[in-house]
């Protein structure tokens, strides 16, 4: 079963534990982080405060140092028993088997952060691994990989590839990498909004303002809802065309969806 209750995915370092709960108030997911956003001398330090927290109360996602690192059997083993822990990111996937031996150790689901041109050609492996959730697709490290700008055509193809790799193994659609400009609302909105066009789920953030956008960028526009209704309300009346849209079974699915996420989003305004 999926874990996954909203479209953003927010980092917090892990050596930062003042930060835990205020991010898990601004996302629908948080990433305590022990990788990239921790220094090497103060990663032992992230690891205890990130399972201190999980032990007692808090709740999240932990993306651990990758397979191969000199911290990634330490990261594991510290989350044995976690019971606040919601799944486990792991970066620079690129093995099926290092994936099954995290899920073989850590009971929950994993995401595999697909950052690199060797990630990208097993994918489907990966995929094929029982408790990889999903995929996340890391748009930094994957154009650094491939000497491109993140915007090049090779990236939009990755982009596309992850999605229809996830549908195809029966996966949930995978999440968007994060938005460089920190603060820009603007910038993280598109980038979120095409996200959404393309078929993913959720996108990555490392600021509380980037999450907001991203809740925005993923919610139905009064538009939308609107046409949602008038299709549902349509349904089953034989051949009719609701904004010059013939009804028909996708479309009446299209229109289900429509509203199940604006009844997300409006119980999320409520606080509930």
Same mark, same amino acid.
């Given at each position: 079963m999926s874990t996954v209750r909203g479209p953003a995915w927010l980092f917090v370092p892990g050596d930062r534990p003042e930060r835990f709960a205020k991010a898990a108030s601004a996302a629908d997911q948080i990433i305590c982080d022990l990788e990239d956003a921790v220094a090497p001398t103060a990663k032992p330090a992230a690891r205890d405060h990130v399972a201190g927290w999980l032990a007692v109360g808090g709740s999240a996602w932990v993306r651990v140092n990758p397979a191969g690192s000199p911290w990634h059997a330490d990261d594991l083993r510290a989350l044995v028993g976690c019971a606040g822990l919601r799944g486990v990111v792991v970066p620079k996937a690129e093995s099926a088997a290092d994936l099954q031996r995290?899920?073989?150790?850590?009971?929950?689901?994993?995401?595999?952060?697909?950052?690199?041109?060797?990630?990208?050609?097993?994918?489907?492996?990966?995929?094929?691994?029982?408790?990889?959730?999903?995929?996340?697709?890391?748009?930094?490290?994957?154009?650094?990989?491939?000497?491109?700008?993140?915007?090049?055509?090779?990236?939009?193809?990755?982009?596309?590839?992850?999605?229809?790799e996830s549908r195809a193994a029966g996966k949930p659609a995978p999440v968007d990498g994060?938005?460089?400009?920190?603060?820009?609302?603007?910038?993280?909105?598109?980038?979120?909004?095409?996200?959404?066009?393309?078929?993913?789920?959720?996108?990555?953030?490392?600021? %509380?303002?980037?999450?907001?956008?991203?809740?925005?960028?993923?919610? %139905?526009? %009064?538009?939308?809802?609107?046409?949602?209704?008038?299709?549902?309300?349509?349904?089953?009346?034989?051949?009719?065309?609701?904004?010059?849209?013939?009804?028909d079974a996708p479309v009446v699915e299209r229109a289900r969806r429509i509203l199940a996420g604006s009844a997300i989003d409006e119980k999320r305004g409520t606080g509930d």
């Amino acid at each position: 079963m999926s874990t996954v209750r909203g479209p953003a995915w927010l980092f917090v370092p892990g050596d930062r534990p003042e930060r835990f709960a205020k991010a898990a108030s601004a996302a629908d997911q948080i990433i305590c982080d022990l990788e990239d956003a921790v220094a090497p001398t103060a990663k032992p330090a992230a690891r205890d405060h990130v399972a201190g927290w999980l032990a007692v109360g808090g709740s999240a996602w932990v993306r651990v140092n990758p397979a191969g690192s000199p911290w990634h059997a330490d990261d594991l083993r510290a989350l044995v028993g976690c019971a606040g822990l919601r799944g486990v990111v792991v970066p620079k996937a690129e093995s099926a088997a290092d994936l099954q031996r995290v899920c073989d150790l850590l009971p929950v689901p994993a995401a595999a952060l697909v950052e690199s041109a060797a990630g990208v050609g097993r994918v489907a492996e990966m995929l094929a691994v029982e408790r990889v959730e999903r995929l996340i697709l890391g748009t930094v490290d994957l154009a650094l990989d491939l000497g491109c700008e993140q915007e090049s055509d090779v990236v939009r193809q990755v982009r596309s590839r992850l999605a229809l790799e996830s549908r195809a193994a029966g996966k949930p659609a995978p999440v968007d990498g994060v938005t460089m400009a920190l603060r820009d609302y603007d910038a993280t909105f598109a980038d979120a909004g095409r996200a959404r066009r393309e078929g993913y789920a959720g996108k990555l953030a490392v600021h %509380p303002v980037q999450a907001g956008a991203i809740r925005d960028a993923f919610a %139905p526009s %009064p538009e939308e809802v609107s046409w949602a209704r008038e299709v549902i309300a349509a349904a089953g009346q034989g051949a009719v065309a609701v904004g010059g849209v013939m009804v028909d079974a996708p479309v009446v699915e299209r229109a289900r969806r429509i509203l199940a996420g604006s009844a997300i989003d409006e119980k999320r305004g409520t606080g509930d």
